[in-house]
């Protein structure tokens, strides 16, 4: 398995700040990156695939980087709406991988 | 506008198979495009794949869970299904079913989730 490891598992950040958030891969992943928010209660959406490009409907503030082991998600000026869980996930592999999570709480 | 429901037993005794449906609508899931899959989340915990499935017979498991899942497909119904066998407490989760697209193995689509709980 190629495992997936985000950090920090949690954030606190205010209505306005940018936010980062990391994933680092086991192995090599090219930019076969992915990822996610969640929502209490509700199922992940899709926010950024291929590691940098924005899925049709995604504000622009999201934003993702990197190609290797090493990723990051960024949320510039955080909106109400943002605060949620973040998860990566690989696919590079079709037996896929999730990180574990980044919860970002309002401060 | 593609929609994904799922369904089955919210209450599964230890040791017995937990069985759920996914039914798609909007869409076929007679498609080379796509795999359909099966996520899950354990009460305040994160994602974990399952596996999925392309129509026309692939089938890729969690190697974790390979041994204990089966996921098939019904094309006359538009569904595709989940069995896990020899459930545990540790399988109780939220199971969320998925559209995956085959090249970007990303999962676009998704079933609002089923709580199955594991328990006599």
Known sequence: ?107 | QLQLQESGPGLVKPSETLSLTCTVSGGSINSSTYYWGWIRQPPGKGLEWIGSKYYGGSTYNSPSLKSRVTISADTSKNQFSLKLSSVTAADTAVYFCARIHMRELLLDYWGHGTLVTVSS
């Open chain 1, 1 to 107: 398995d190629i495992q997936m490891t985000q950090s920090p598992s949690s954030l606190t950040a205010s209505i306005g700040d940018s936010v980062t958030i990391t994933c680092r891969a086991s192995q090599s992943i090219n930019n076969f990156l992915n990822w996610y928010q969640q929502k209490p209660g509700k199922a992940p959406k899709l926010l950024i695939y291929a590691a940098s490009s924005l899925q049709s409907g995604v504000p622009s503030r999201f934003s993702g980087s990197g190609s290797g082991t090493d990723f990051t998600l960024t949320v510039s000026s955080l909106q109400p709406e943002d605060f949620a869980t973040y998860y990566c996930q690989q696919s590079y592999r079709t037996t896929l991988t999730f990180g574990g999570g980044t919860k970002v709480e309002i401060k």
